[in-house]
C-alpha cells in the first residue's frame, strides 16, 4: 500500500505564497503521476494539478499560470508551489498517486492513493 503525506498548507493573505508537499512511501513505489485536488467547505473535490514523471504538467484553467507542480524522484515527492492566492484558493488540499496509463488526471475515479489533506486559508 501506498501512503502519501501532504504538508505545507496553512494560513496566508492574498497574494501571497504557499508551497505544498506530497512524500510517497511504501510498497515498491513507483508510479506515473500525481495529483492535486482540492475540496472547499460544501463543494466538491476538483482537480487542480497533475505532474507525470516524463514532466508533462496539468492545471485546472482557475489556476494556470499561478501554480506549478514538480517533483522529485530521488525523494518521491509532488510539490505544488502556490503563488498570488486568492481567498477563493481555500480548502483542503489532496494529493493522489496511482493511475492507470490512459486515464483522465481530471476525474477523480482515475486516482487510486490518497493523502489525508492538508489546509489551505487564504485571508482577503
Known amino acids: 500500500q501506498v501512503q502519501l503525506v501532504e504538508s505545507g498548507g496553512g494560513l496566508v493573505q492574498a497574494g501571497g505564497s504557499l508551497k505544498l508537499s506530497c512524500a510517497a512511501s511504501?510498497?515498491?513505489?513507483?508510479?506515473?503521476?500525481m495529483a492535486w485536488f482540492r475540496q472547499a467547505p460544501g463543494k466538491e473535490r476538483e482537480f487542480v494539478a497533475a505532474i507525470t514523471w516524463s514532466g508533462s504538467t496539468y492545471y485546472a484553467d482557475s489556476v494556470k499560470g499561478r501554480f506549478t507542480g514538480s517533483g522529485d524522484s530521488a525523494k518521491n515527492t509532488f510539490y505544488l508551489q502556490m503563488n498570488s492566492l486568492k481567498p477563493e484558493d481555500t480548502a483542503v488540499y489532496f494529493c493522489?498517486?496511482?493511475?492507470?496509463?490512459?486515464?483522465?488526471?481530471?476525474?477523480?475515479?482515475?486516482?487510486?492513493?490518497w493523502g489525508q489533506g492538508t489546509q489551505v486559508t487564504v485571508s482577503s
Open positions: 511504501g510498497r515498491a513505489f513507483s508510479f506515473y503521476a
Open positions: 493522489c498517486t496511482e493511475i492507470s496509463p490512459g486515464a483522465s488526471v481530471k476525474d477523480i475515479a482515475s486516482w487510486g492513493s
